[in-house]
């Protein structure tokens, strides 16, 4: 019989066994801590700078330094989250997938335009179009009308974080937009209204929203009832001055049918991979949720809808990078709501992801980068210098913005260690 407090042979080794294991494991933890008094220092530093985010450093196969130590917590990524939509629209759409928009003449005279979300049909596109029409004998100078077809695209599309008023990033996506839904206004002491753009004409509703502004000059969105509208003024004032006249002034909503026939299709200058160039270097919303709701058309069908896209850029980064979805929550595709959650480990796998495609990125000092900014919240992300890929993530949701501080003291520290 064994005393009651005496163990077994064999559990007394266990016991025994876990002591020197745990006291291994200790002294091997603090050889490692005193061996890396550079990253030491950094989390010092960072103490101070750091009162809610994350930051991290990566190569291709390990992550090398995080702080919080041991932490991966879901944080907005504000503008950073464009690279994620960059990345899916590449896969889904392809580097070389250019947009299109097609013009038709239906057997009543009317010329229909059909929109498949094109986000840079500007004032000079429009004017180049209205030239190619003119010369096109089998089109009538003498038009009964214009129609629209947004079949392609949801009418109604509310991305989160948008909000109903005249700021440029908050103007509205859809099928068919002009001027990425936006006007440039100029007004005088007098009150005298002109366009800010030589290129643009002055249209009737232009005029009329110019009215509500201060003298100065302003770029402004258009009300979302507002955007067809404004579209038709335009386009209707481009080809006007190439020489067309028409019964009527009003802009239709319809679908192709088969009696239209197709006269033009009209393709952007620009690749994929180049819109994604401009969209990334000037941070542009509306673009980037152009992007995500062609990714969700491309994915699963007409018409284009914000959970279309959302799902399939989910879809994306579970499937295709391999990111544990409990590590990600997207609610649009331009970083603009405060709901899009991504955690550190999920932004350096899309950075290894996007690193075929970091040319596309801006450049500072040698270093390729990708920042966001909402009130509180400061991001950044890119690529460290170095002979061999070293990514780093800094994403603060805090009132103060030290992310430059941060990216220094990670330039200072060696992570080779």
Do not use: C
Request: glycine share 8%; proline share 6%.
């Amino acid at each position: 019989m064994l005393h009651p407090n005496e163990k077994p042979l064999l559990v007394q080794g266990k016991i025994h066994y876990l002591a020197f294991a745990v006291g291994f494991l200790f002294s091997f933890s603090s050889v490692s801590w005193a061996a890396n008094p550079a990253q030491t220092q950094l989390d010092l530093k960072l103490k101070s700078l750091v009162s809610r985010g994350g930051v991290l450093v990566a190569n291709d196969q390990h992550v090398l330094y995080r702080y919080p130590p041991k932490s991966n917590p879901l944080l907005v990524p504000a503008s950073v989250l464009k690279l994620a939509t960059a990345l899916a629209a590449l896969h889904y759409l392809g580097p070389e997938f250019r947009y299109r928009t097609e013009f038709y003449l239906a057997e009543n005279r009317s010329l229909g335009i059909k929109g498949r979300g094109d986000p840079f049909l500007v004032s000079e596109v429009w004017q180049r179009i209205a030239q190619k029409l003119s010369r096109f004998p089998e089109v009538p100078k003498q038009l009964s009308g214009v129609f629209f077809d947004t079949s392609l695209f949801s009418t109604e599309i509310n991305i989160p974080g948008i909000e109903f008023s005249r700021n440029p990033y908050d103007a509205r996506n859809g099928a068919l937009v002009v001027n990425f839904n936006t006007v440039f206004l100029k007004k005088d002491e007098t009150g005298n209204i002109t366009s800010a753009e030589e290129q643009t004409p002055l249209t009737p509703l232009a005029h009329r929203l110019g009215k509500k502004l201060s003298p100065g000059i302003h770029r402004i969105s258009i009300p979302h009832k507002s955007g067809i509208s404004y579209a038709g003024e335009l386009v209707q004032a481009f080809l006007a001055h190439s020489g067309f006249s028409f019964d009527s002034g009003k802009v239709t909503i319809r679908p192709v049918i088969s009696g239209d026939h197709l006269i033009y299709t009209h393709r952007n200058s620009s690749t994929l991979a180049e819109l994604i160039a401009g969209m990334l270097r000037y941070s542009n919303n509306f673009t980037a949720n152009q992007l995500l709701l062609s990714v969700g058309l491309k994915r699963y069908g007409a018409p284009a809808t914000l959970e279309k896209g959302t799902h399939a850029l989910e879809e994306y980064l579970h499937n295709q990078l391999g990111i544990p979805e409990k590590q990600f929550r997207v609610v649009e595709g331009s970083g603009i709501s405060r709901k899009n959650r991504f955690t550190p480990e999920t932004v350096w796998k899309i950075l290894k992801a996007f690193s075929v495609h970091k040319n596309l990125l801006n450049r500072e000092n040698g270093i390729l980068f990708k920042t966001g900014t909402l009130h509180g919240i400061s991001t950044m992300a890119g690529y460290l210098p170095g002979s061999k890929p070293l990514y780093f993530v800094i994403l603060l949701n805090q009132q103060k913005n030290r992310r430059d501080k941060i990216l220094k003291l990670l330039l200072a520290t060696d992570f080779s260690k």
